[in-house]
């Protein structure tokens, strides 16, 4: 297991902008698979965007494309989810994971390693 530490969660007002970062407690492998998930009140965790170690391959969830921007810098073993013109539907507890493999569905359940997660709230 890896360990991730998300920090960057905050109260912004809608059409405000945010910037997650997930850091790694150890070095992990080129071929390892990052993804943001969120989770809100009373909601199962639902999948927001994800990174290959290079950071050239990603993919997002059709309710953040195009506001949403995730990145990593390998050096500092961090990834990076920039949130542009938040909602108040973006409003959760966002969480970082991990796995070895690109392969597989963008599912909570296939990523073994996760972070304690930062509250992002969005008011209205």
């Known amino acids: 297991q890896v360990q991730l530490v998300e920090s960057g969660g905050e109260l912004v007002q809608a059409g405000g902008s945010l910037r997650l970062s997930c850091a790694t407690s150890r070095r992990t492998g080129s071929n390892t698979f990052m993804a943001w998930f969120r989770q809100a009140p009373e909601k199962e965790r639902e999948f927001v965007a994800a990174?290959?170690?290079?950071?050239?391959?990603?993919n997002y969830a059709d309710s953040v494309k195009g506001r949403f921007t995730i990145s990593r810098d390998n050096a500092k073993n961090t990834v990076y989810l920039q949130m542009n013109s938040l909602k108040p539907e973006d409003t959760a507890v966002y969480y970082c994971a991990a796995r070895p493999s690109v392969l597989g569905p963008l599912k909570s359940e296939n990523f073994g390693s996760w972070g304690q997660g930062t509250q992002v709230t969005v008011s209205s």
């Open positions: 990174t290959s170690w290079s950071g050239i391959n990603t």
